[in-house]
């Protein structure tokens, strides 16, 4: 056979033969429904994931991770009807995507309710300033007076007249420090202090949660570690003691964390988890950890926000005490149907978890709605 057969031959094959195309590396994602959210918060959600056009799990977790540091240690669940085991609220969530996919504007954007309280309550803390100070300078004019008084008193052998009107004249109260509720940037001495002085819990609210992990994941600040996973609990107290700071013991050491993170920041954290080098469960407390697809079919859109439901969203932040402790109330009275599902749930082994081959995009650990 000639060469000019074999390569003609070669040829009429190499057009016969048809690429295959290669299977998708990356799984189908879970569907988000909108009844997964409560009604207060879900049109607001979809209004600014279609205004974004942000999958709309950003949204969702994130307001999730915010309402629920409002409620604090207030309030706890009991998922069993007779034992006394109670879990506080704490939720650490996770906003995972690529480059432009919309989390930061998400999270901007959902987090105008707390912004607006912080500013609320720093205004009130300033109002509260002054009016110490003119307090104080009130009191040192009673002060003296009371001197006045109390010498002319001694003089004549009251000693006991005397005292009771030095001890009439009170010091005004000190103002407490401003209420916080989010933090950035912060050593965990700095965040104990803060957890003291707060009724609910702190949130870590970062555009990028990659430097935060990466940090903890260092053998030098292993330390740091530790009172993260503490903090994942709510209910634990927390001691630590520094030679400048002296001792802090932290009545209810509790963290709420939300931020974002490009999937591959966040693969070699899975993957060390998963394969046991770094397996403490730090990173399995993201328990609301979502990879949503990509939206596609992008438009220009340009309209006002839904006025009723940004208005509805911001109350019920605004009312989250009395809106919670009812609801609570409700639930604790109400016979065993939702702790019967919950251990349905339990038994059947839904909950989702992150599989030891690698990343999958999905609600990786999304709460399942039993």
């Not at 974004?52 to 009807?81: D, F, I, N, T, W």
């Not at 420090?177 to 949130?203: C, Q």
């Not at 407390?285 to 839904?306: H, K, N, S, Y």
């Not at 609570?328 to 978890?353: D, E, F, I, V, Y």
Request: aromatic share 6%.
């Amino acid at each position: 056979m000639s060469i000019t057969t074999i390569a003609r031959q070669v040829e009429e094959a190499t057009h016969a033969m048809k690429p295959k195309a290669l299977p998708p590396s990356l799984p189908p994602v879970i569907g988000f429904t909108p009844e997964m959210l409560p009604d207060e918060l879900r049109d607001y959600v979809l209004d600014v994931a279609r205004r974004l056009q942000c999958p709309p799990e950003y949204c969702a977790v994130v307001a999730l991770v915010l309402l629920a540091s409002l409620v604090g240690h207030k309030v706890r669940m009991r998922p069993k009807q007779y034992d006394d085991w109670e879990i506080t609220v704490i939720l650490w969530a996770v906003l995972v995507g690529g480059h432009s996919a919309m989390k930061t504007p998400a999270i901007k954007t959902i987090r105008f309710p707390i912004d607006v309280i912080e500013v609320d309550a720093l205004k009130r803390h300033e109002a509260s300033i002054a009016e110490y100070k003119e307090d104080s300078e009130l009191a040192e004019i009673a002060k003296a007076a009371a001197k006045k008084k109390a010498k002319g008193q001694e003089e004549k052998g009251d000693m006991d007249g005397a005292k009771k009107t030095l001890q009439s004249v009170a010091a005004p109260r000190e103002p407490g420090s401003t209420e916080r509720f989010i933090l950035n940037d912060s050593t965990v001495e700095k965040a104990g202090e803060l957890m003291n002085e707060n009724d609910h819990h702190l949130t870590i609210l970062r555009d990028e949660l990659s430097g935060l992990l990466a940090k903890m994941q260092q053998e030098e600040h292993s330390g740091e570690r530790a009172f993260y996973l503490e903090a994942y609990n709510g209910d634990s107290c927390f001691t630590y003691d520094r030679i400048g700071r002296g001792t802090v013991a932290i009545e209810h050491c509790a963290l709420n964390i939300v931020g974002g993170i490009q999937p591959s920041k966040l693969a070699p954290l899975v993957q060390s988890a998963s394969k046991g080098s770094v397996n403490d469960g730090l990173v399995q407390r993201f328990q609301l950890a979502v990879w949503p697809d990509p939206v596609r079919g992008w438009e220009w859109i340009d309209r006002t926000p839904d006025p009723r439901a940004k208005e509805r969203f911001a109350q019920t932040f605004s009312g989250y005490t009395a809106s919670t402790l009812a609801l609570m109330k409700m639930a604790t009275h109400r016979p065993g149907g939702s702790r019967r599902k919950l251990r349905s749930c339990l038994s059947s082994g839904s909950q989702k978890s992150i599989s030891s081959a690698g990343l999958t995009p999905s609600h990786l650990s999304w709460p399942s709605i039993c």
